[in-house]
C-alpha cells in the first residue's frame, strides 16, 4: 500500500508566501511524476504544478513565475514554494504522484488528503 501524506497549508496576507510539502511511502517502486491540483468551492479543479522524474516542470498559467514545484533527491517528496500569494490562490490544495509498486505494474495516480490555503486581502 502507498501512503501520501502533504502539510503547509494556513492563512496568509496577500503578498506573503507559503511552502507545501508533499512525501510519498509504502510499496513503491518508483515515482514517475508529482505535482498539485487546487480546488476553490464553485470552480473546476485546477492543475497547479507538475514535476516529472526528469525534473521537466509545468505550471498553470495563473501561478507561473510566482510558485515554484521542486523535488528531493529520492524522488519520494515534493515542494510547492508559493510567493506572492493572492485572493484568487485561496483553495485546497491536492498534492498527487504517479506511482508504480512493482517494476512492470501499472502507472497509478495516487492523492494526499489536502491542505486548504486561504489568503486574505
Known amino acids: 500500500q502507498v501512503h501520501m501524506v502533504e502539510s503547509g497549508g494556513g492563512l496568509v496576507q496577500a503578498g506573503e508566501s507559503l511552502r507545501l510539502s508533499c512525501a510519498a511511502s509504502?510499496?513503491?517502486?518508483?515515482?514517475?511524476?508529482m505535482g498539485w491540483y487546487r480546488q476553490a468551492p464553485g470552480k473546476q479543479r485546477e492543475l497547479v504544478a507538475h514535476?516529472?522524474?526528469?525534473?521537466?516542470?509545468k505550471y498553470a498559467n495563473s501561478v507561473k513565475s510566482r510558485f515554484t514545484i521542486s523535488r528531493g533527491d529520492a524522488k519520494s517528496t515534493a515542494d510547492l514554494q508559493m510567493n506572492s500569494l493572492k485572493s484568487e490562490d485561496t483553495a485546497v490544495y491536492y498534492c498527487?504522484?504517479?506511482?508504480?509498486?512493482?517494476?512492470?505494474?501499472?502507472?497509478?495516480?495516487?492523492w494526499g488528503q489536502g491542505n486548504q490555503v486561504t489568503v486574505s486581502s
Open positions: 498527487y504522484a504517479f506511482i508504480r509498486t512493482e517494476a512492470m505494474g501499472v502507472l497509478l495516480q495516487y
Open positions: 509504502g510499496s513503491i517502486f518508483s515515482i514517475t511524476a
Open positions: 514535476i516529472t522524474s526528469g525534473g521537466s516542470r
